[in-house]
């Protein structure tokens, strides 16, 4: 009997691997979707030094003026240009170069 229920427990701890891999795999699949989808982000602005949500912008030229007015601005401007030189989309290297403001005014902060 005891070597049943351990089958038996095996069994079950089997299939719900098996579920939970699948469940897993679907919350991925629908993660990834969102992402490829989200039209929104939230990012540090170095203008107001905080943080806010905002559309995602349609070009760099866009993503570029959103820096621009910031006493960081040149530090933002470069670090958005390497991230997209990296291969990275606009929104995260929009965000990165948020969070190089973020770092300056911490930084410069007293």
């Not at 929104?91 to 990165?96: D, E, G, T, V, Y």
């Not at 170069?97 to 973020?102: N, T």
Request: include cysteine.
């Amino acid at each position: 009997m005891t070597g049943f229920l351990t089958g038996f427990q095996a069994t079950a701890r089997l299939v719900s691997y098996i579920a939970h891999g699948i469940t897993c795999q679907a919350s991925y699949q629908w993660g990834l979707r969102l992402i490829a989808q989200r039209r929104r982000i939230r990012w540090y602005n170095p203008k107001l030094k905080d943080f806010e949500w905002r559309e995602v912008p349609e070009s760099d030229e866009e993503a570029l003026a959103a820096l621009a007015s910031s006493p960081h601005t040149p530090a933002c401007t470069q670090t958005y240009r390497e991230w997209r030189a990296l291969g990275a989309n606009i929104p995260a290297a929009l965000i990165r170069a948020g969070e190089a403001a973020e770092v300056r005014e911490v930084k410069t902060s007293p």
